[in-house]
């Protein structure tokens, strides 16, 4: 019913082959310009392209989640969010449950990796954890699933990695360009001098400009990207207000990511680089403003992709979903709230159990007074391996 | 000659055509049989989790026999239709789903045992299972769409017809209401 997938394959494959023409075109001009050999140019740019693939394919999991400090867990350590993730697994009929991580950050914000759907992640911060209720957390795991689902995660590592190369090329050619023309080394050869130096200007418009054409393309799919994964998450849950009201709660915190940085950006359910008050819809962005995906979320009258393009259609005036995706059902019938009012109560609970398991994580002992039932958390550098309760002076053992 | 060749061309091509057509339908099929086996692996969870809960809560919940009594019927119920068709099971299985809500609703009235971790941990994996029932029913049923409107659609609907692939039953739960999200709802009933 709703086969995004496929209509996806193909826009990818038509950014990747547009980002992949830019590269080599670079190449060819930075071999023409050094050394009148296009060719070789664009087996360089090719090979550079190459390396930096393999390091993102093979490892780029792995320097993510290294990178921003992420912690696997298990049921164990947090049933609540493990459920969550597994539901979202099941409603979107993904073969695998991804593992789950945990970056130990107030701000709040989640990603998905995962080249293969073999091996993929659901990652979120504390601070995440801490301020949604089960619905909430529930929209923000469905839109990280739904990167996995829509493969979305491949084709913004290859995108990125092409991205990536071509800056890369671009600013070395530029530099060596200048170093070149200051150091009085004119073109060698004689007779072309006229094609060189046309050559020499067209490669310096291009090294100014493909980077900058690159990033707005890829920025601009990232962007499209995001509206299609809410879409998605809507219909996984079945509750768009799921995540409407996540993004508010996202957007009204002021915490940054630690470790954040612009090449790892696009992964994230919101931008880790917001800035307060920029609301206006910008062209050298990875997300789509969070107000507006709110008001889109809101606007939906149902569940399904159909229902999730009239909301954008009535936000945005224009259209966004595949139409491949929109063929089967119309529209979908959202469900209720699972939750009562959410109580203070809850929210203190929810605190705890968060802190509760970051501790442990970290080799902190949680022990109980077996006397008055006080909680101690005992750092794993306590020496002693008893103390007297404060309470009530009853002997605690650390286990 | 040349006409000759025409001919087996569109052999070759209407071959084709089939092959992609039947192994579709065949792939199709299976999924909604895996979506089926999802659900069950749901089902059978809940079926574990339930003496678990009963245990834990018998002492909690003097007063409440009648009310422990019906979540045990239910099951016994639900666990002797498993092999029904669809309808039938899901007909069983709304039954336990609500009774081991009103369950979970009576124990809100019980301080004692909301104090009990054995317990919460219990209700945490009992709501998400709910929620995983759900889930899964959600995801058997866009399979099922999908298929039957695969079977239904020509040119599709030929070959289903000739190689006899029924149309999948949805899963669908009695009442309009049980529809709604697997409410754990910590309110008095009235």
Redesign the interface.
Known sequence: MWEQIRSNQMRSAFLIGILGALLLLVGYFLGQAFAQNGIAGIIIAAAVWAFMLLIAFFQGDNILLSVSGAKKITPDNNPRLYNVVEEMKIASGLEKMPEVYIIDDPAMNAFATGRSKDKTAVTVTSGLLQSLNRDELQGVVAHEISHIKNRDVLLMSLAGVLLGTIVLLAWYGTRIMFFSGMSGRRSSSKGSGGSQVLILVVALVLMILAPIAAQLLYYAVSRKREYLADASGALYTRYPEGLASALEKLAASTKQLKNANQATAPMYTINPFRKEGREATDLTSTHPPISERIRILRAMAGASPADYERAYEQVKHQKIIPASALAAADSVSMRAPSAEKETEADRLARTRETSDMMLRMNNYNIVTCSNCGTKYKIPPDFPDPSFNCAHCGNTVKIK | MIALWIVLGILALLIIIYIAIYNGLVGLRNQVKN?WA?IDV?LKRRFDLIPNLVETVKGYMEHERGTLEAVTKARALAEKVQTAGAAERAKAEGELGSALARLLAVAEAYPNLKANENFL?LQ??LT?TE??IS??R??YN??V??YN?QTQMFPSNIIAGMMNFKAGEFFETAAPAE?????????QPK
């Open positions: 979506a999802q749901q941990a945490e994996q998400s929620n995983k889930f899964s959600q995801f866009d399979t769409l999908r409107n529809r709604e999200a697997p409410k754990v709802s910590f309110q």
